[in-house]
C-alpha cells in the first residue's frame, strides 16, 4: 500500500494550495480517507476527513470554511483545497486512509507546507 502526497511549497499568507494523495495497493472505495498535520513541536492533528463516497466530510473547527477535502474514487486520489492560508497553517500535511470495517490503518510520507506573512 502506498499513499503519496504532493502539492505542498512555499505560498504566502491568504494564498491557496491544493494538496493530493495518491492511493495504489488497496481497495480505495472501502476507505475512509483524512488529512492530519503536524507543525513543529506539536502533535499530529485531524484537519479532515472524508467518507468512503465523499457524501459527508468533516473539519477541525480552525479550518471549516477555508478548507474543503474531496476525493476521486476512479483516480484513487483525495484532495485537500486550502484557501485563505495562515502562517500558522504551516505543517507537514498527511494523508491516511482507514477501512473502518477492519481498523486497517495506513499513513503517507508527508508534504511540507509553509505559509510566509
Known amino acids: 500500500v502506498q499513499l503519496v502526497e504532493s502539492g505542498g511549497g512555499l505560498v504566502q499568507s491568504g494564498g491557496s494550495v491544493r494538496l493530493s494523495c495518491a492511493a495504489s495497493?488497496?481497495?480505495?472505495?472501502?476507505?475512509?480517507m483524512s488529512w492530519h498535520r503536524q507543525a513543529p513541536g506539536k502533535e499530529r492533528e485531524l484537519v479532515a476527513t472524508?467518507?468512503?463516497?465523499?457524501?459527508?466530510?468533516y473539519y477541525a473547527d480552525s479550518m471549516k470554511g477555508r478548507f474543503t477535502i474531496s476525493r476521486d474514487n476512479s483516480k484513487t486520489t483525495v484532495y485537500l483545497q486550502m484557501n485563505s492560508l495562515k502562517p500558522e497553517d504551516t505543517a507537514v500535511y498527511y494523508c491516511?486512509?482507514?477501512?473502518?470495517?477492519?481498523?486497517?490503518?495506513?499513513w503517507g510520507q508527508g508534504t511540507q507546507v509553509t505559509v510566509s506573512s
Open positions: 491516511n486512509a482507514k477501512w473502518q470495517l477492519t481498523n486497517k490503518n495506513y
Open positions: 495497493g488497496l481497495s480505495f472505495s472501502v476507505y475512509s
Open positions: 472524508i467518507t468512503t463516497t465523499g457524501s459527508t466530510t
